[in-house]
């Protein structure tokens, strides 16, 4: 799934006429970075600044064709590889996002089915491994930090924001505010180092 994500990005990357077509930036915002990054930054005076910066310039990166809704319930197996479905927030925008977005939702999963951790963690690996190889459009060090600092984001904005994820518990939402917080306040700089704290926390 990973290659198909990238090769996606690959082949809309600095491509005008895509870009017109999904010139979406207003719709992204309203429906991705103000319910995610900016509710939660208002929950968070903390860490407030780092979230609305990440905001604006997730806003100003326009790269490539995005998705905007990469996640499991939105992927089908088909005959010729995955099929994308709910694409109506696609923006021609960052496409970091598309697998921050994903790989948020494996981490979380780790904590509703705990038996499942483990093999969660390794679809975290085989998709970001995947994905990183089609990295072609740009310096893959930037987008994986870019990566890192969304996914980050995108954890602590799933159990603050508008939109919270609805099968985690108080613990377990207190559990990504403990991991998600310092990453924010202090980005590290792959979406590998964010899996490896949070790796750490559920104690593989």
Known sequence: MGHSIARIHAE?????TVARRFATSDIFHAIRLE??????????PVVAAPLLELSSLTLATNLTLV???????????????????????????DPAF??????NHLLLKTLWN??????????????????LEGVVWEPRGQLEARAARLLAGLLLARVDGKS????????EREFVRRAALP????????????RRVWASRLGF
Do not use: Q
Not at 12 to 16: P, S, V
Not at 98 to 103: Q, S
Not at 120 to 130: K, N, P, R, T
Not at 165 to 171: D, M, N, P, Q
């Open 12 to 16: 809309t990357a600095a491509d005008i």
């Open 35 to 44: 319910p995610y990054f900016e509710a939660a930054a208002r929950r968070h």
């Open 67 to 93: 998705h905007g809704d990469v996640s499991p319930k939105n992927i089908l197996v088909g005959r010729n590889g995955p099929i994308f479905l709910d694409a109506e927030c696609a923006w021609f925008g």
């Open 98 to 103: 598309d697998l921050a977005f994903c790989l």
């Open 114 to 131: 705990r038996p499942t951790a483990p093999g969660l963690l390794d679809a975290f690996d085989g998709l970001a491994g995947a994905y």
């Open 164 to 171: 919270p994820v609805e099968y985690l518990g108080a613990s």
């Open 183 to 194: 990453m924010i306040a202090s980005p590290v700089g792959s979406p590998f180092e964010v």
